[in-house]
C-alpha cells in the first residue's frame, strides 16, 4: 500500500529566471511503502528534470509474531584458509592448426572444398584456423606460394 504519492515538479516547485525569490533546490517527497506482511520502506525521492532519484532509504521488517521464538544465530561452517589463486593464463579460443607444409596443405583442402560448395573460401579458412582474415589471405597466398592452390592471375 502506498501512503504517499508523487505529484508532479510543476505542482511544488516552480522556479525560473523570473521567479523573484530566485532558483531554489527541487523539493523532496517522504514515501513509505507498506506491504501485507508488516514490512515497511521509508524513502526520500526528488523528481528533477523528468527523473526521479531516490535517496536515503530505510527499511523495517515485518514485526515478529508473539509465539515466534527468537532467531538463532545462523552456524557458520568455518572459513577455509586463504589460498592465493593464481589466474589462469589467458588463451584464445583457436584450434591448434599445424605449421609448414602440413598446415598450407590443410589450408589449400579447406580453401578448395568451400569453393566446391560455394561457399566464401577465405571465410572457411579464417573459421577453420581461428585467424583474422589478413592472416587466413596470407596462409592461402602461402598454398599458392607453394603450389597447392592455382595461381590467382593466370599469365599469358
Known sequence: ??????????????????????????????????????????????????????????????????DAPAPAAPAMPPAPPATPEVPAPHRRARPSWPRGRAGRRLVAETYRAAQGEGRDPVLAVMRATGHSRRKALRLVAAARDAGLLSPRHNRR
Open 1 to 66: 500500500m502506498l501512503e504517499s504519492r508523487f505529484l508532479g515538479v510543476s505542482d511544488h516547485f516552480r522556479s525560473g529566471p523570473g521567479d523573484p525569490d530566485g532558483p531554489s533546490a527541487p523539493p523532496w517527497f517522504q514515501v513509505r511503502l507498506t506491504f501485507g506482511d508488516g514490512a515497511v520502506v521509508d524513502a526520500r525521492a526528488v523528481v528533477s528534470e523528468g527523473r526521479i532519484t531516490i535517496g536515503d532509504v530505510q527499511t523495517s521488517g515485518p514485526p515478529p509474531a508473539p
